[in-house]
């Protein structure tokens, strides 16, 4: 395929093929989804399966696809698993929750969900204050400096981390583990040997280190995640060793990854937008509501998937048929002028932008969520106060070469 959408020889009229990797489309992938929302249809053709699968860009759609059980996230996730091989990525995303349909999915999420509560998150907040504080005094005295190593990265792991009860000492390592993890998902879209082999190694590290770790808790409890899971284990508690450890992983990854992205993409957009840069280190009272909007204008998660289990016909545009595996653009419905009034506008108070699909909708709503939210409503307003003369370097920032998730490499700012 050349360029981001084409018409290719033999498709229906209307019928686009997108290349989800374009480079255009990983630097700024938000003209492509205007052009996607006015299509009446358009498909994705993988290099891993020659039969081209429906892209669902208008909110409406994607709210719907989210919502309605005719959409299913196991067969998503079986598909997954099978374009992935039976290697150790595959075998733990054979036990994720996120990829799971009630009754599996409701057992699992049952386990973990009343950790990340609002009411359980909410005790974390002196936690996540003292990290963000520690972070920034190691910044005193720096002229210039890559904030994405230097911050956005470092403080969601130390969070999760702390959660987890991964000690201290064992940190360090994660950091590539997770990544390799996430890049392999793109894997599922175009045969990329390299990054799977390195996401089955970091899969079978992480696995390994949880095994030790919870053996380890269920000698000698904790008041963290790992030894409530160790406990409802032994209990039988309908969870296995391989759902435990599987569950682990999953926290350690969704729990890192989106974040870092959050605050990454949403410093960036304040740097483009100094007008709302100056509101939120104005008025940093405003930080929960700042945060909605720029988790609306560049979603850290642009895109998930579903698995029809029935033909659906949506708004007379388009037919699903049964078996059509469908990626979702939260991304593109975020930015949709139908939902949002000038939805490429940063507006720190936009009434509605709580209503952006970056964490999902429906029973898969993401459970990290409280926490994700709260990390980046402490650490933005504190960052800026605390360096109120801080600007961007260099537009020349370098985006992770990703479809799934989208998030900053680097991002070089001076004070």
Not at 8 to 21: V, Y
Not at 303 to 330: C, K, M, P, S, Y
């Amino acid at each position: 395929m050349c360029g981001t959408l084409v018409q290719e020889r033999g498709s229906q009229p209307g019928e686009l093929q997108l290349d989800p990797f374009a480079p255009e489309l990983l630097i700024d992938p938000y003209p492509t989804y205007a052009r996607l929302r006015a299509q009446p249809q358009v498909y994705v053709r993988s290099t891993r399966n020659q039969r081209p699968f429906p892209v669902l860009s208008r909110y409406s759609d994607v709210q719907l696809a989210l919502r309605d059980p005719r959409f299913a996230r196991s067969g998503f996730g079986d598909a997954l698993r099978a374009a992935l091989g039976d290697g150790p990525l595959g075998r733990s995303f054979a036990h994720w929750m996120i990829f799971q349909d009630p009754p599996v999915h409701t057992r699992l999420r049952g386990l973990v969900s009343q950790a990340f509560s609002p009411r359980s998150v909410e005790r974390l907040q002196g936690q996540i204050s003292t990290l963000v504080d520690a972070l920034l005094d190691a910044l005193r005295g720096c002229t210039a400096f890559d904030l994405m190593a230097e911050f956005a990265y470092p403080l969601p792991m130390l969070v999760i981390s702390e959660l987890l009860g991964v000690p201290a000492a064992d940190r360090a390592r994660f950091g590539q583990w997770s990544a390799a993890v996430a890049r392999g998902v793109d894997s599922v879209i175009r045969e990329q040997p390299d990054a799977l082999a390195r996401a089955d190694a970091a899969a079978t590290g992480l696995t390994a280190y949880f095994r030790e770790l919870m053996a380890r808790r269920r000698r000698t409890p904790a008041d963290d995640l790992l030894s409530r899971l160790a406990v409802a284990e032994q209990q039988g508690d309908s969870l296995s060793e391989d759902e435990l450890l599987a569950t682990c992983v999953m926290l350690l990854v969704a729990g890192h990854e989106t974040t870092v992205n959050l605050i990454g993409n949403g410093l960036l957009a304040l740097f483009r937008n100094p007008d709302q840069l100056q509101r939120l280190r104005g008025e940093p009272g405003i930080a929960s509501p700042a945060v909605e909007e720029l988790l609306r204008f560049d979603s850290p998660v642009q895109r998930t998937g579903r698995v029809a289990t029935v033909d659906v016909e949506l708004g007379n545009r388009q037919i699903i048929r049964a078996g059509d595996r469908i990626t979702l653009l939260l991304g593109a419905a975020n930015r949709d002028p139908m939902q949002f009034a000038e939805p490429d506008q940063l507006d720190l108070g936009r009434a509605n932008a709580g209503r952006h699909v970056s964490f999902g909708s429906g029973i898969h709503y993401c459970v990290g969520a409280p926490l994700a939210r709260l990390e980046a409503q402490i650490a933005l307003p504190r960052l800026l106060q605390r360096f109120p003369n801080l600007r961007l370097l260099s537009e020349a920032v370098a985006w992770q070469p990703t479809f799934g998730l989208r998030g900053l490499q680097v991002l070089p700012v001076a004070i």
